[in-house]
């Protein structure tokens, strides 16, 4: 083959390189978001079928300040990572944390939420006496956070503690309790909040917005929100979208989108209407 043939056959396969990966870079026109449909009030299933929740109205609050065709679907919580890898759908807005794990696998936007863990046990229980409490832990402070957890300890000692599978939550109870209680787990949050009104567990553990909403049915007029929150460690930076590594404009362009919801106060202003407080992430 002569250097010129060499020359030129480089050349083109060069130019069908950077071709495609100016293709795979343009703004896309339409996307697909999926989330779990089963995690109230931040994703859930109406009665009729229909996807609603905090990060539904703000997925279609960010399709709109992109300029993009947006449609939502339903996963089964599991299934998320390997189906937006395969390319199933191309966003998840899911309440999942942004953790180096799951950074290993997947890409994510800046965080649009924060929202911290916490427990959820009977009134009369030795840490429903204590009730819920306003403080904020960040595992990042080992020491601050290794007393509260110890302080704990002895009052979920011997209980039966419900956790979705496959969550940051789950880990968390294993990590810091797993000594201490008999973990539980659950396919969905929905399941394990009937399984405590109905007594069958003694308390569980998720974020304290889908407790807050559990605990506000009729059912639970007997349990209460215990103990501070948690948030930072292992449990990242706060929830974000998901996507796959190489949809870098994708990202982009949801990361304005989610900067101009948190500047002009959407965030807040949805949030507050779903889950009762302001979860917008501060710098």
Known sequence: MTIRRMAALAAAFTTLMFGTASLAQ?????????TEGAYAPWNFTTSDGKLDGLEVELANDLCARMKVQCKIIAQNWDGLIPSLKVGKFDV???SMFITPK???TID?????AVDPGGFAVAK???????????AKFNLDDEAASAAEIAKMKPLLKGKVVGVQAATMMLEFVKKYFGDTVEIREYKTTEQHDLDLAAGRI?????????????LAKPDFADYTLAGPGFVGGMFGLGSGAGLR???????????????????????KRISE?????DVTPVK
């Open 202 to 214: 003694d308390a569980i553990f998720a974020q304290q917005t889908s407790l807050a909403a559990a």
């Open 245 to 267: 590594k190489e949809d870098t404009k994708l990202k982009e362009m949801m990361n304005a989108a989610i900067a101009g919801a948190i500047a002009d106060g959407t965030i």
């Open 124 to 134: 009369d229980s030795e840490l429903g006496k204590l009730g819920a409490s306003a």
């Open 273 to 277: 209407k779903w889950v009762k407080t």
């Open 26 to 34: 343009d703004a896309p026109k339409s996307i697909t978001i999926a």
């Open 102 to 104: 799951r950074l290993e």
């Open 92 to 94: 998840i807005m899911a």
């Open 108 to 112: 994510f936007t800046q965080p649009y």
